[in-house]
């Protein structure tokens, strides 16, 4: 039986510069950004600060200041709005809450349900966060000029809404 050997790709670049590939960098970059922003500003608590200083704080954490409303959220709609697992919420929202960003707190509407809510530390960081997010944004647009991020902005708000009617 001849031996059979798969074709190899005429070019192999492709692969370290797809859009998928740079637009993963380009989100782990302004994340890093953000919470880089966020370890250096004197609003935040000094605690907090310190963890997110010391890469304590991941992106991942911030899916919480991305995700949760400001009037809470059972854990289970947080975590599908985050895209996770009940599971992988359920620990971020332990950390969060030991590090006194959030609270559970009984659910109004549903007496065996629990609501995760920002405390005013949360609140603090998230407006934190706001800011932060502002200045990366505002460093964007001075790197790569304020029409190629008016252009990236309006491209990725298109493809990114297309992926929510689909």
Request: aromatic content about 4%; charged content about 20%.
């Amino acid at each position: 039986m001849p031996e059979i050997s798969p074709a190899a790709p005429a070019q192999d670049g492709w692969r370290q510069t797809h859009l998928g590939r740079l637009l993963g960098h380009a989100m782990r970059r302004f994340d890093a950004r953000v919470l880089q922003l966020m370890a250096h500003n004197v609003e935040v608590p000094l605690a907090l600060s310190n963890l997110a200083a010391r890469d304590q704080v991941s992106a991942a954490h911030v899916h919480i200041t991305r995700h949760l409303a400001l009037q809470g959220d059972r854990l289970t709609d947080l975590a599908q709005r985050a895209g996770m697992t009940k599971q992988a919420m359920a620990n971020l929202v332990d950390q969060c809450e030991a590090w006194g960003l959030v609270t559970r707190e009984a659910d109004p509407l549903d007496a065996r349900a629990r609501r995760v809510c920002f405390t005013p530390v949360g609140l603090a960081w998230l407006q934190a966060f706001q800011d932060a997010v502002a200045q990366a944004e505002a460093e964007f647009r001075e790197e790569v000029g304020r029409d190629v991020a008016t252009v990236v902005a309006i491209g990725l708000e298109a493809y990114a809404g297309g992926a929510a009617a689909g």
